[in-house]
C-alpha cells in the first residue's frame, strides 16, 4: 500500500511537466522533484567567467605544451581582427538600404490623411528570397520611421500571429508596453467604468493614443506570405473600420510580387490599401560589397585563399545562402586559422620575444615556403643568411616580422594592380573572381594578354576614359578597398599616362579638324573586304586600309601603352612570398564539414559508433563489436546492418535480448529489454530506417542500407 502511495504522489509530481523520462530501471523512489535553484545574477556569473576562464576557449597547442600568453595571445588577435571587420560588414548592411529608408519615409510624410480617403498607407517591400537578411533590413525600418514619421513600429512575423486574438494582442502589447525593462508591465488605459480593456480590445489602443498620440500606427508584416491569406485579411479589414481613430499604415515584406501577394487577398480588402512597390538593394550586390570589406580590404590580418573563397561564393549563389552565413563562414573561417595555427602570434604588432617556445622556431624552419626561400638564397650565393636563419633565433624573429611587413606592402600593390585591371571595366570578368585569380596565381601572362588585347581594340573615347579613370584612381585611392592614394609613390608611370592621355586627346582633335575618325591598326575598322571577279566567279579578299598620320601615331601609343602595362601589372602570388602560412589560408575541409549538412554520414556513424558523440566508457568498443552497454538504438542498427529486405521482427528481439538479456552478468529482465527494444525501434522508425511491411504482418521493411 505504501507502495502505491509512492506511486501516486511522484506521478502527482509530475504532471506539471510536458514531457519526462521513462527508465524502466529506476526506482519508484527516486523520480522526487528536484529541489528550487536560487536565483544568481547573471552578471555576477558572467563577471566570474571572465575573470577566471574566459581565455580557454582557445586550446594549448604543440601537443598542449604551448604557453598561457600564446593562446591567450592567439585568442586576443582573433577577437580584434574580427571585431575590425564586423564593424566594416555592420557599416556596409546599414548603409545598403538608405534609399528605400527614405523613400518609405517621404512616402508616409506625404500619404493623405487616412480618414479622408479611407484607405490604410501601404508600403510593400520586396526583399527577395533571403528571408534570412530580413532581421537587420525592418529592424532599420523601426528605428528610422519611428524618428522620422513619428510613428510606433509594431514587427509581426507569421510564427506571432497564429490567429486573430494573438495577433491584435501582440499589437497592442507593443504599443502600450512601458518603456521598462519588464515585457508583462503594460499601460492599458480603463474604460469610464474603471474596468481594464481586454488585452486584444482595439478600444485599449484607441485609449492609449489619446494620452499618447501617434501620426501614425505601422504594422510590419515582415514574412507576408507566410501569413494565412484569410487571417491577413480579416487584420486588414479590421484596421480599416478602425482608421478614423487609430492611424494605421502597413508595411509588407514581399519575396516574390506583388500581383503575386494581391492574388492572395480578397479583393474587397485590396480595395482598403493605398499603397506603393519599393526595391531594397539586392544581395549580390551586397555580397560585393562585403568582399571588398571582409576579404580583400588592405589591412585585413589574414588573407584567405581562392580555393575556400570560391566553395563560399559558389555557395552563396547556388544555394541562395542568406547574407548572415556568408558572414558566419569567414568568422570560421578567421576562427579556425587562429585556433589553429601556433604561428598566428607572429600577426601581432608586439615584438614580444619573451614569449616563444624553441617550438616556434623549429615549426617556422619547417615551413615549406622557408625552405624553398633558404634553398633559393644558397642557389644564390647568400649562404651566410641561410646560416643565420636556420641557427640564430633572434635573427629567424627579426626575418618573420620583415616578412609579415612585406606581405602587407605585396598586399598593397596587388590591389593598385587590380584597380588598372578592373578600371572602366575593360575585363568582362568580376572584380572578385579577378583578385582570387591573382592571390592563387599571381597576374598572369594569359590575363595580361586578354587585358592588353582589350586595350589595343578600344575606340580614343573608351581609352581616354580608361586612362582618366586609372590616374583618378591613383590620386584619390579607393576607400572600399582602404587604398590610399599612390600617385606621389609611382612618379614615372603617372607621369607616362598622363602624357598619354594628353596625346590621344590631341590627335582626337586633329583627327576631327580633317574631318576624320581616329583609329590604330588594331581596331576592326582598318580591315576592308575586296571583290573581285575573275572569270565570272567572285572572290573576296580581305585588306588593310590606308592608315593617316594621325592614325600611325595613335597606333605607335597604343603600342607603348600596352608595353608600358604589361611591365607595370605582371605581379605573383601569395604563395610565392616567404612564410605565408603565417597569414594565408586556405582550406576548406573545416568549412565544409560545418556549414555543409550531411545528416546521414552523421547518424550513421553516432549509430555505428556512439562513443564518439557520448564520449562515455560504456560506449567505447573495439572493432565494432555489439555489446550489452551499447543504447538499444545503437544494438538494433548494427543487427540491422546484418539483416535482409525483410525483417522478422521476432527474430530481432531474439537477437537483441541475446546480448542485453539476463544470460549476462549485468543483463535487463524481459520487461525491461522488451520495453527498450520497442523504443529503439521505434526511433529507428522516426529516423526512416524502416517501415511496417505490407507483405507480412509479422515483418518490417529496410529502407535504407549503409553508405548508399
Not at 529506476?26 to 581565455?55: F, H, I, Y
Not at 494573438?166 to 519588464?182: F, M, N, Q, S
Not at 538494433?636 to 541475446?658: H, P, R
Amino acid at each position: 500500500m505504501a507502495i502505491d502511495e509512492t506511486l501516486a504522489n511522484s506521478f502527482e509530481e509530475k504532471q506539471h511537466q510536458a514531457a519526462y523520462v521513462f527508465d524502466p530501471l529506476d526506482e519508484a523512489d527516486s523520480a522526487n522533484r528536484p529541489a528550487k535553484r536560487r536565483k544568481v545574477s547573471k552578471l555576477a556569473n558572467q563577471q566570474e567567467t571572465e575573470g577566471t576562464d574566459s581565455w580557454l576557449t582557445f586550446q594549448p597547442l604543440f601537443g598542449g605544451s604551448e604557453h598561457e600568453q600564446c593562446v591567450r595571445l592567439r585568442q586576443q588577435l582573433f577577437e580584434k581582427s574580427w571585431s575590425q571587420i564586423d564593424k566594416r560588414i555592420q557599416h556596409i548592411l546599414r548603409k545598403a538600404n538608405e534609399s528605400t529608408l527614405s523613400n518609405v519615409a517621404s512616402f508616409l510624410k506625404a500619404s493623405p490623411g487616412h480618414a479622408s480617403t479611407g484607405k490604410i498607407p501601404s508600403a510593400f517591400i520586396i526583399t527577395g528570397p533571403n528571408l534570412a537578411s530580413q532581421d537587420l533590413l525592418f529592424e532599420q525600418f523601426s528605428e528610422n520611421l519611428q524618428n522620422e514619421v513619428d510613428a510606433k513600429v509594431i514587427r509581426l512575423r507569421s510564427g506571432d500571429a497564429s490567429n486573430l486574438k494573438a495577433a491584435l494582442k501582440k499589437i497592442i502589447h507593443a504599443v502600450a508596453a512601458r518603456e521598462t525593462d519588464d515585457e508583462n508591465d503594460l499601460e492599458l488605459a480603463t474604460g469610464k467604468d474603471g474596468r481594464k480593456y481586454l488585452n486584444y480590445d482595439l478600444e485599449a489602443l484607441h485609449a492609449h493614443l489619446k494620452s499618447n498620440p501617434r501620426r501614425h500606427i505601422i504594422i510590419a508584416f515582415q514574412d507576408s506570405e507566410a501569413f494565412e491569406s484569410g487571417l491577413l485579411s480579416d487584420l486588414i479589414s479590421l484596421f480599416s473600420s478602425w482608421l478614423n481613430r487609430i492611424p494605421f499604415a502597413l508595411l509588407f515584406g514581399v519575396a516574390t510580387s506583388v500581383e503575386l501577394f494581391q492574388a492572395r487577398l480578397l479583393k474587397s480588402t485590396c480595395q482598403c490599401l493605398y499603397g506603393d512597390q519599393f526595391d531594397i538593394e539586392q544581395s549580390s550586390s551586397i555580397i560585393d560589397k562585403i568582399f571588398k570589406a571582409a576579404i580583400a580590404y588592405t589591412d585585413v590580418p589574414l588573407r584567405l585563399g581562392a580555393s575556400l573563397v570560391n566553395n563560399l561564393l559558389e555557395r552563396q549563389r547556388d544555394q541562395v545562402s542568406s547574407i548572415p552565413v556568408f558572414i558566419s563562414s569567414l568568422k570560421y573561417a578567421y576562427m579556425c586559422h587562429f585556433y589553429a595555427n601556433p604561428l598566428t602570434v607572429f600577426l601581432s604588432d608586439d615584438k614580444r620575444s619573451d614569449i616563444l617556445q624553441e617550438e616556434h622556431f623549429e615549426a617556422v624552419r619547417c615551413l615549406p615556403s622557408f625552405r624553398r626561400w633558404v634553398e633559393t638564397s644558397i642557389e644564390e650565393g647568400k649562404v651566410e643568411q641561410a646560416r643565420l636563419l636556420l641557427d640564430d633565433n633572434p635573427h629567424l624573429i627579426e626575418f618573420l616580422h620583415q616578412s609579415v611587413q612585406e606581405s602587407r606592402r605585396w598586399s598593397v600593390r596587388l590591389l593598385r594592380k587590380l584597380k588598372v585591371l578592373t578600371a572602366s571595366n575593360v575585363s568582362s570578368a568580376s572584380f572578385s573572381d579577378i583578385y582570387l585569380d591573382a592571390v592563387s596565381h599571381g597576374i598572369e601572362t594569359d590575363r595580361i594578354t586578354e587585358f592588353t588585347d582589350s586595350i589595343k581594340q578600344m575606340q580614343p573615347s573608351d581609352l581616354t576614359v580608361f586612362l582618366t579613370q586609372v590616374l583618378d584612381d591613383s590620386e584619390n585611392g579607393d576607400p572600399s578597398l582602404g587604398l590610399d592614394p599612390w600617385a606621389s609613390e609611382d612618379d614615372d608611370s603617372n607621369v607616362f599616362l598622363t602624357k598619354t592621355l594628353t596625346t590621344v586627346k590631341a590627335l582626337q582633335a586633329d583627327a576631327e579638324r580633317q574631318g576624320n575618325s581616329l583609329r590604330s591598326k588594331y581596331n576592326g575598322q582598318t580591315k576592308v573586304l575586296r571583290t573581285t571577279v575573275i572569270a565570272q566567279k567572285v572572290q573576296l579578299s580581305q585588306d588593310t586600309a590606308t592608315l593617316t598620320r594621325e592614325d600611325t601615331l595613335y597606333t605607335e601609343l597604343v603600342d607603348d601603352l600596352v608595353q608600358h602595362l604589361e611591365e607595370a601589372i605582371h605581379y605573383d602570388g601569395a604563395k610565392s612570398i616567404c612564410m605565408n602560412e603565417i597569414w594565408l589560408f586556405d582550406s576548406k575541409t573545416p568549412y565544409k564539414d560545418v556549414f555543409i549538412p550531411r545528416p546521414r554520414g552523421v547518424v550513421e556513424r553516432a549509430l555505428s559508433r556512439p562513443h564518439d558523440y557520448l564520449n562515455c566508457s560504456c560506449c567505447e568498443t573495439k572493432d565494432d563489436q555489439i555489446v550489452s552497454s551499447l543504447p538499444s538504438v545503437a544494438i538494433l542498427y548494427q543487427l540491422y546492418l546484418e539483416t535482409g529486405s525483410l525483417i522478422n521482427v521476432a527474430d530481432l528481439w531474439s537477437a537483441y535480448y541475446a546480448i542485453v538479456g539476463e544470460e549476462d552478468e549485468e543483463g535487463l529482465e524481459e520487461q525491461a529489454a522488451l520495453v527498450l527494444f520497442y523504443r529503439g525501434l521505434a526511433e529507428m522508425r522516426a529516423m526512416g530506417f524502416v517501415k511496417q511491411s505490407r507483405k507480412k504482418a509479422d515483418h518490417v521493411a529496410k529502407l535504407a542500407w549503409r553508405g548508399l
